[in-house]
């Protein structure tokens, strides 16, 4: 069964609910900020093994202390659960490192 892609609906609803995500190029995007390079890269790291772990992969970078992400359903060719899923698990990740 393919993968189905959100209604701009639940897209606005996730958006509304977790305001510093914001919908970009028709994908979910988001941008941390940290202390510095090493807690970026912290995070990076552990968001890396639970994107492993749900075989689903961010789009993303880093620049110092900034990690800037991009989500979407590359199978679905937009936005989907997947991604609201990630972006919760990377805001709760964020939120557990002050």
């Known amino acids: 069964m393919p993968i189905q892609q959100a209604t701009e609906l639940q897209i ?14 028709n994908k979910l995007h988001r ?11 912290g995070f990076m790291t552990q968001i890396a093994l639970i994107a492993e772990k749900s075989n689903h992969h961010p789009e993303w970078f880093n ?3 900034k990690v800037v992400i991009d989500l979407t359903t590359h199978e679905a060719r937009g936005i989907t659960e ?4 990630l ?11 002050p």
Request: glycine fraction near 0%; charged fraction near 20%.
């Open 12 to 25: 606005q609803e996730f958006i509304t609910q977790h305001n510093a995500w914001i919908l970009k190029e």
């Open 82 to 85: 997947r991604d609201f899923s």
């Open 63 to 65: 620049v110092y202390n």
């Open 87 to 97: 972006a919760q698990q990377m805001d709760i990740v964020f939120n557990l490192n």
């Open 31 to 41: 941008e941390y900020q940290f202390k510095n390079f090493v807690e970026a890269f």
